[in-house]
Each structure stands twice: as C-alpha cells, then as structure tokens.
C-alpha cells in the first residue's frame, strides 16, 4: 500500500505549491504591518561600516526625522533599489541610514565605492542581532523614525522612485513639520 | 495592415491549436481515420504559429510606430539586429516565441520513428493542449499586435541591458531547452493515457531529453556569461529567483537523463524517469511563472500584473496537475525489475538521482522562502547567496565524488570487475591528489574545501582519460554514448575546477583613482590611461583606458565604458575584460568620485584578477559537447533504419 500513497505525492506537493502561488499574487508586496510601528525605536548601537572604531548610534538622530534602510550586496532588490536611495539622498530632505545587514563587508564597500553612498551612516550588522531586534524578515527594508524616535512607517521591497514621490515622502514632509 | 495579418494569424493558430486537441482526443486504436487530419492540423498549426512571430519581426524591422509593442521596445536608431532581438526582448514577444518554439517542437515528433502511431497522436494531442493554453494566454492578456491611437514619431528603445549579443541569443536558446522538455512530457502522459509504459517507448525518448538539455545548458551558461560581463561586478551566478528559474528545470533534466539511461539499459527506475519527465517540463513552465507574474521579485522580472500571473498559474495547475493525477492513477505498480547490487552503475546512477532531486529542491526552497514567508503573512525576504553557497556544497561536493567512481562502474557488476576497478581508480585518485598538493603548495593559499573540489575534479577528469586512453590503446571504440558521457562529465569537472580556483584566487580591488595613477593587484599594475567622451548610433559614453602591465611587460590595454541610453533614460557599465585560459584581467569603471584635491577628477574603478573563471563556461560548453556525441550514438538510429527497410519490405 504505501507504494500507492506515494504516486500521489507528486500531486499533492503540486497542489500545495499552487495555492502558495495563488496566495502570492494577490499579497500586497509592500505594506506589511509591523508589530514595531508607533512604538518607540528598539537601540540600534552598531560600528560604522566604513570607520569600524566608530560607533553608529540611533539616538543621535533624535530631533530628525530618518530613514532606515536594510540592504545587503547579496540582496539583488537592495542593488535595484540603490539608485533610488541616491537620488532621495541627492536631495537632502532626509537623512539615510543604510543597516548593512549580515553582509561580506569588503562587498559592501566596493559595491558602494562604485555605485555611490547615499548613507549619513552605516551600521554594520553583521551577526544580523539588531536586524532581530527591529523585527527585519530579509533586505531591503525601510523604516521611517520620526523625531521622538518613534518607527512610524516600514516599506518592505525596492523603493521604486513612484514609491518614494507617493509614499514615503509625503509622511517624511509631514512628520518633518510635526513638533 | 501587417498587424491585422499577425493578429489573425495568431488566431487561427489558437484555432488549430484547439482542433489539435479534440481530433487528438477522438483517436483511438480502433479511430485511426484522424490521425491524418490531426497531422494536418498539426502541420497549419505550426504555420500559423511561426508566421505571426516573424510578422511580429517585420513589424519591428520597419518600425511601425503605431503598434504598442514596437513602441515600448525599439528606436529608429537602434540598430537592425536589435530591432529583431525586441522580438523577444519583452513580455508579450517572447511568450509568442514560447508558442514559435513549442509549435516546432510538436512538429518535431514526426520524427519520431520507433513508437506506435497511436502514441505520437496522442501526444500531439497534448502539444495541442500546451499550445491552446499558452495561445490563449497571449491573445487573451498578451497580444503583441496591440495598436495605438495616436502614432509617436519615435520608440522607446529595447532595454539597454538587452541590447548585447549573448543576452539577444540567450532568450531563444533556453526556450528551445525548456519548451523541449514538452516533448519527453507529451510522450511521457500519451504512454500513461494510452496504457502503454513500456522500456522500449522510453528509450526513443532518450535524444528528445539531451537536445533540450543541450539547449538549456547552453543557454543558462550564456546568461552567466552575460551577467559576468555586462553587469560589472564580476560576478558569474547570482542566485537571482529568474536565474534559479532556469537552474531548476535543468536540474530535473540532468536527472531525467541519468534515470532514463538506467531505464533504457536496464528497465529501472521507471517511476523515476515518468516522474522526472513530468518535472523537467513542469518546473520550466513554473520558471515561466515566476519571471512573468512578479510573485518573487529579481532584476529579471517583466512588467508583472497579477491576470497575466493567474492565467499562467492556471495553465501550470492544469498541465502538471492533469500530468500527475495520470501518473497517480496510471503509473504500472508493481512493475517488476531485476534488482542492482550495492556498488554497479545503477546504484550509483541512483545516488546521483537523490542528490540531484536534492538540489533541485534545496535551490526550489531557497528559491520560495520568501514567498512562502510572505503567504503567511510574516513578511519579504531576499534569500540570498550565502544560503546557496552553503547548501550547495553538501550536495556539489558527494556527487563530483560519485561521479568519479559511477562512469566507471559497469551495469549490474561483477566482484571480479570491481578489485580491477578500484585499483584504476585508486591510481587516478592518487595521481589526482598529488597534482592538487604541488600545485596547491605553489599558490600557497588552498582552504580545504578547495583542495576537495578540485581533488574530486580532476580524479573525475583522469578516471574519464583513463578509459578513453585505454579505449585508444587497445584500438577498442567506446561507442558515441560513453564518449560522450566522458565529455559531458569532464565538462562537469572543468566546471567545478573553475568554480572553486576562480572563488579561491580571485584578487578584488576598489580605489578611488585619478588619471594617470597606477594601482597594484595581483602580480599586475593597472594604469588609468585615459578618459573620453564619445557617441555612438543610440547611447552616449564615457570611456576609460587602462594599461596593464606585469612586470616590465605590457599585457594589454582594457575599456571600461559607462553607456547612457536616452531612448530610455538609462545607463549601463561596459567592464573591460582581459580574458585568458588561466585568469582574466577585469576592470569596472564606477563614479565619478568628489575631488580632494582641485582640478583632478577622481574615479571609483574596481579591478579584479580572477583566475581560472573561463573554465566554468568552457565546462558547460563541454557538457553540452558530450550531449551532442551521446545523441549521434547509432543505438537511436539503427532501429529506425531497419523499420523503414521492413516497412520498405
């Protein structure tokens, strides 16, 4: 008998992976609600990827409203997305601080050498702990902190450059104005 | 005019498609009577299919503006090879290519001799199904023959990143492989439809599988090529979602061809081989699926809107589902075999079956992760190379070590055979190991893991020189299916020796640099010679010129380019490559940097020293060689010569 159970695996397996499909088209890719936002900013103490005896430390940034950004060079959507972060970074509205997250540290910085840096800072996570912490699921990521230190928005995927004029920057002019 | 032709032509495709279904439907052993109009249905079909894909070409060869497709992707300035390459240089193009191919893919069953005419109907008929369901989808969803209201007096160009010759014969090559998998899967459901499993229907499969394989090998060693090149980072595979797309139907395929050569000599693993002829074909439509829809995200992926990714997801859902419910319900149980002992080729041929199956699913979960994450709500992740580069040593590293050993091993095997053998093997293995430690204390710089794989693959390449230099000096001929074989796996072996030297020497730089300075990498010294601005026909450049120089002596000069296309508002880097057979030399061009100092423009330049990187391109190219030997074998041909003479008779 177990002969006969088995030809049907296939079958089985094939009808799993289609519901998962189906499922997957109608997600809506980018919103995802996080358990962490309006609340306050969990520490995020890390040495800078690019000055390692210096310590990048969230808190500074109170006062300002920032954008954190989770990338890594083995993450093919964080490389699509890089051009973008240059050009918000270009216009000097907001503060970009790019979490390099369980990354090869040389990669990174030739990757950013030659594509550009749009960062104010880069934290370098590289056991992934604070990525935890902030509840990350994977790269690229973006969190919006508002001046209190509180996390009010997360983009999950590529910012595309539409993103950005229709999402993302609206609440970072709004949140700029807040006291 | 031309546009109304493509469209009809595409609907009377879809037509005769649909016809293909139900005549293929209605024969049966006692209603021969349609099968000639199923051929001729067939044969329409065919026509109808290719010539709306070349009007398509046409359409785009004179630039008529006002159909959409020509619009988004070509220029009046592009030149006319890439005028043709848009063809398939998007989404709705390249599925009426899909069609082109599978529709000459059906057409090629007529060839096919050995196998009852009731079989071949049959699984025309499944090919009519196929081109139904994916005719449908682009007249449906897809339609390149889209016009438009209002004429533009120029297009948008083809995507910069496409317009280069591997990437523009890429496309068609893995069609041809992955389409070609429909062939050993129509025949594969046409057996469990019929009731006629048999050994000697699967084994005319046999060249129907490596074709496509070749194909696919070709193809997706193409892309790598092209990824190394033209992306500028050196880089040769990026565990890319569309990348491992392509990777996974090839995967399956190599395992189809290994437990079909066990089923053709020895009537084993039959389960196996129906099963994997199922999988080749359903894992290229689900690659399909998963570049098209938008469901993992990639740099690869085409415009997604979640109709197109539905029809495509129920075409898979019906042809796999169909396919294996047949399979469930059908597959002969209890079908009795021989049996293999421990160490004979077929045990070995099964290890490698598990490792590759494996594989396939290690590379389909990594590949998923993400969504299945996502389907439960707990959100996108990228997974990326360092799980693939992990997980892919547990398997890579037992079947180089198989693969040694297995081509060696005799079906079914005798004790006497195997104390000969193991000293072959020992000698091999030895003279394997010795080169890799006097070649590795010179380079000073092996981790073990390297010292495994390259061990392993040049064993692999001295066990295959081995037989065929015995073969040479006994004046024996080894028959065009084991040359072959050896090929293929010492391409196999190349492959590994270039995957693990190129990993483990490669010297990687990145410096901000101004003209005329000289960095050191390596033994080599790169001077940034020159800058320049130019034009071409549809892109602008910027230019830079390196020398290099190891030693006193000059070794060449390279170009690295930074292109703009204004057609698309868009820029590509061109990395200036010094390829060689021991390394290659590679320079990347990055931004201009802010200066230090006033008046001189620094650079960001990378420059990489990459040795041994061209094997792992050359060894695809040798799989694929040893796949074309192994089909010209006369063993597929003789029969088919002797039933034509007693047909003749």
């Known amino acids: 008998m177990p002969k006969k159970f088995i030809v049907w695996l296939p079958l ?17 890719t980018n919103k995802i609600p996080s358990p962490f936002i309006d609340k306050a900013a969990p520490s995020l103490v890390l040495p800078d990827l690019l000055n390692a005896q210096q310590q990048v430390n969230l808190e500074d940034w109170k006062g300002q409203v920032v954008l954190l950004n989770i990338w890594a060079t083995w993450c093919s959507g964080c490389l699509l997305e890089h051009p973008v972060l240059n050009a918000i970074a270009k216009e000097n509205l907001v503060p970009i601080i790019g979490l390099n997250y369980k990354d090869n540290s040389q990669k990174a910085k030739a990757w950013l050498k030659e594509s550009g840096n749009p960062f104010a800072a880069i934290p370098n996570d590289l056991s992934g702990q604070v990525a935890i912490n902030w509840g990350v699921y994977g790269a690229p990521e973006t969190f919006i902190i508002d001046k209190q230190g509180v996390i009010r928005y997360k983009f999950i995927a590529p910012i595309s450059m539409d993103d950005w004029a229709t999402k993302l920057r609206p609440l970072v002019v709004q949140l700029q104005g807040d006291p | 005019m031309l546009a109304e032709l493509g469209n009809l032509a595409l609907v009377l495709a879809t037509v005769f498609a649909g016809l293909m279904m139900v005549l293929g439907f209605l024969v049966n052993a006692e209603n021969s009577q349609w099968s000639t109009p199923l051929r001729r249905a067939t044969q329409l079909q065919v026509l109808f299919t290719i010539s709306s894909f070349l009007i398509l070409i046409s359409l785009l060869v004179i630039s008529d503006f006002s159909v959409a497709y020509v619009v988004q992707h070509s220029n009046l300035r592009s030149p006319l090879f890439y005028k043709i390459t848009a063809a398939w240089g998007a989404h ?34 499944i090919q009519g199904c196929l081109l139904f369901g994916f005719l449908l989808f682009t007249t449906l969803t897809s339609n390149p023959f889209v016009r438009l209201d209002e004429i533009p007096l120029n297009g948008m160009d ?25 062939i050993p899967f129509s025949l594969v459901v ?31 060693s193409l892309g790598s090529w092209w990824a190394y090149y033209e992306l500028g980072w050196g880089g040769w595979w990026f565990w890319d979602p569309v990348e491992n797309a392509s990777l996974m139907p090839w995967i399956a395929g190599t395992a189809l061809l290994h437990s079909l050569a066990a089923t053709e000599k020895r009537g084993l693993f039959l389960h196996w081989t129906l099963l994997l002829s199922v999988m080749a074909f359903a894992f290229s439509v689900l690659g399909s699926f998963l570049v098209r829809s938008g469901v993992l995200i990639s740099v690869h992926s085409f415009a997604s ?96 070590f198989f693969l040694a050993i297995g081509q060696r091993l005799n079906w079914k095997s005798a004790g006497k055979q195997v104390d000969k053998l193991k000293k072959s093997l020992g000698l091999s293995f030895l003279l394997a190991v010795t080169l890799t430690f006097t070649f590795g204390i010179v380079l000073n710089s092996f981790s073990i893991l390297t010292i495994i794989s390259v061990v392993f693959s040049v064993w692999i390449i001295f066990s295959a020189l081995q037989v065929i230099a015995k073969a040479r000096i006994e004046k024996k001929s080894l028959g065009l299916s084991q040359l072959g074989m050896f090929v293929a796996h010492m391409g196999v072996a190349v492959f590994a020796l270039g995957v693990a030297l190129s990993n483990q020497l490669a010297n990687v730089d990145t410096k901000a640099v ?10 080599y010294e790169f001077n940034f010679a020159s800058l ?52 290659d030399l590679y320079v990347t061009l990055g931004e201009p940097l802010p200066s230090s100092t006033a008046g001189e423009q620094a650079w960001s330049v990378q420059y990489q020293v990459r040795p041994f990187i061209r094997w792992i391109w050359l060894g695809t190219i040798f799989m694929a060689l040893g796949g074309l030997i192994a089909v010209f074998d006369k063993r597929y041909r003789s029969k088919a010569i002797s039933q034509e003479a007693s047909a003749n008779a």
């Open chain 2, 305 to 400: 809107d979640p109709t197109r990714g539905l029809f495509i997801l129920a075409l898979f859902a019906v042809f796999v589902g169909g396919a294996l419910t047949l399979y469930a319900a059908k597959t002969p149980i209890g079908f009795k075999s021989s049996g293999f002992k421990a160490v004979s080729r077929e045990s070995v041929l099964l290890l490698n079956n598990l490792l590759l199956l494996a594989m396939l699913l290690l590379v389909m979960l990594g590949t998923l992760y993400p969504l299945i994450l996502e389907a439960l709500g707990l959100g996108k992740i990228s997974v990326g190379p360092p799980y693939f580069d992990y997980v892919m040593l547990f398997v890579s590293l037992p079947l180089l």
């Open chain 2, 190 to 220: 046409a057996m469990l439809w019929v009731g006629d499993v048999r050994q000697s229907n699967l084994r005319w499969i046999r060249p129907w599988v490596v074709i496509p394989w070749i194909f696919l090998t070709l193809g997706i």
């Open chain 2, 158 to 182: 083809l995507n910069p990143v496409l317009q280069d010759p591997a990437m523009a014969i890429h496309p068609p090559m893995l069609y041809l492989g992955y389409i070609g998998f429909s």
């Open chain 2, 532 to 583: 320049k601005q130019d034009k071409e026909l549809n892109y602008q450049m910027t230019r830079a010129e390196f020398i290099v120089t190891k030693g006193l002596q000059e070794i060449t000069t390279l170009n690295s380019e930074k292109r703009f296309y204004p057609g698309r508002q868009t820029s590509t880097t061109e990395a200036g490559i010094h390829g060689g057979f021991v390394r």
């Open chain 2, 514 to 523: 101004v003209l005329g300075q000289t960095v050191v990498v390596g033994d």
């Open chain 1, 12 to 28: 089985l397996v094939l009808i799993g992976l289609a519901a998962l499909f189906y499922k997957g088209l109608y997600l809506d």
């Open chain 2, 92 to 125: 709705e193009g390249s599925l009426l290519m899909w069609n082109a191919v599978l529709a000459l893919w059906a057409l090629s069953l007529f060839k096919l001799k050995n196998i009852s005419d009731l079989l071949i109907d049959k699984s025309l008929a």
